[in-house]
């Protein structure tokens, strides 16, 4: 939808005529009751129904006004023509209502002349003059009401137009940086497979291509989304720790401590991930005895706090000054483009030793009508 839809649709003509014949009945309820309060006898029916009806030009010429507004505002002070084009069609107006009026007085003489209300030039002249300042004060608040429903209308279509935007660079963004998660894990598992093979361990090399075979085909199956189940998050998660377990055998050691009520949890695809590899990387990779790494979510105060913790060496004293690796740093910025500020993410040293790797976002459930039991 662009803006002149939206502008055609903001003036229809049931509400311009259901604005005028409002201002039509006001206008004759005043001056029927005006009248009939001072003691004057006139045909009141007439005068009422004439009253009404003499409004018509200003119904008739209102699309006219507001298309003059769009094509000529009268903000703008250039160039002449401008005011020259609202002056003409404001006199035209009023011309037109004043001898509209005239007419339906000599129609319906609804003032009881005894003689009638005579010559028409004389009473049309008389309300053209008389009618001037009423004139521009009704085509100025007709102009200005138009610029303001137009306004208003530019506005919804920027701001829906902003949205879409920004939704698709999100999008664009989420899917630059999933695309490097992507590789990077890959490249990763690959150069461990390799490393299996010149050890001689074929089959766990067999196994971990079979393993890396699955997660990608889950991966694949869910690259449109942007926002998982906290359940759908853990088999992923299984499926990365079941590939490193092919690698690092006994000497990696996991646990999950998450509730079951917190499983249908919206949480970013893929956010566990490279927290996990960040702990396998720096925690398990390193100590020659291995290590555990323990995945753990909690809510509280509508947020929902996901951590991985590992039990291996803690961070060197410049580790904020040196940064995290591509995972880490992917994780912020993904966490960035979903929630903006309404984020935290912690990476600190644990007082038992080891590093822990936390995020906390805001709680939101998927739908019981579309979860799926697993």
Not at 103 to 118: C, E, Q, R, V
Not at 312 to 334: F, H, Q
Request: glycine residues 6%.
């Amino acid at each position: 939808m662009d803006a002149n839809d939206i502008r055609a649709k903001s003036h229809p003509w049931i509400w311009i005529a259901a604005i005028w014949f409002g201002f039509g009945l006001v206008d004759a309820i005043q001056t029927v009751f005006a009248m009939r309060s001072e003691g004057m006898h006139h045909a009141w029916v007439k005068l009422f129904v004439t009253t009404v009806i003499s409004w018509l030009p200003w119904a008739l010429a209102t699309p006219l006004v507001l298309s003059l507004g769009r094509r000529f505002p009268p903000l703008k002070l250039r160039p002449f023509v401008t005011w020259l084009v609202h002056a003409a069609t404001c006199t035209s107006i009023g011309l037109i209502f004043a001898a509209w009026a005239t007419y339906l007085i000599g129609l319906f003489n609804p003032y009881a002349y005894p003689s009638g209300p005579g010559p028409f030039l004389h009473p049309w002249l008389d309300k053209s003059c008389n009618g001037i300042l009423s004139s521009l004060v009704l085509y100025a608040a007709v102009l200005t009401t138009g610029h303001m429903l137009d306004s208003k209308a530019r506005l919804a279509l920027q701001q829906t137009e902003t949205a879409r935007l920004n939704e698709q660079l999100s999008k664009s963004q989420l899917n630059a940086l999933r695309q490097q998660i992507e590789p990077h894990f890959l490249f990763n598992t690959l150069n461990a497979i390799a490393g299996l093979v010149r050890e001689k361990r074929n089959d766990a090399a067999v196994s971990m291509i079979a393993g890396l075979s699955d997660f990608l085909r889950r991966v694949l199956e869910g690259s449109t989304q942007h926002q998982v189940p906290l359940s759908e998050e853990l088999e992923f998660t299984q499926k990365y720790l079941d590939i490193q377990k092919v690698r690092f055998a006994e000497r990696l050691q996991f646990s999950v401590d998450i509730p079951r009520e917190l499983y249908p949890a919206q949480v970013p695809s893929l956010i566990l991930q490279p927290m996990v590899e960040n702990a396998v990387k720096h925690g398990i990779a390193k100590r020659a005895q291995g290590g555990t790494i323990h995945i753990a979510a909690s809510h509280s105060n509508d947020r929902l706090t996901l951590s991985v913790c590992n039990d291996g060496p803690n961070l060197p004293p410049d580790w904020e000054i040196a940064r995290s690796g591509i995972g880490i740093s992917n994780v912020r910025t993904r966490l960035q483009s979903l929630y903006g500020d309404a984020f935290e993410l912690n990476l600190r040293n644990q007082k038992t030793g080891g590093v822990e790797v936390s995020v906390s976002l805001p709680f939101q459930m998927i739908p019981s009508s579309e979860r799926v039991d697993s």
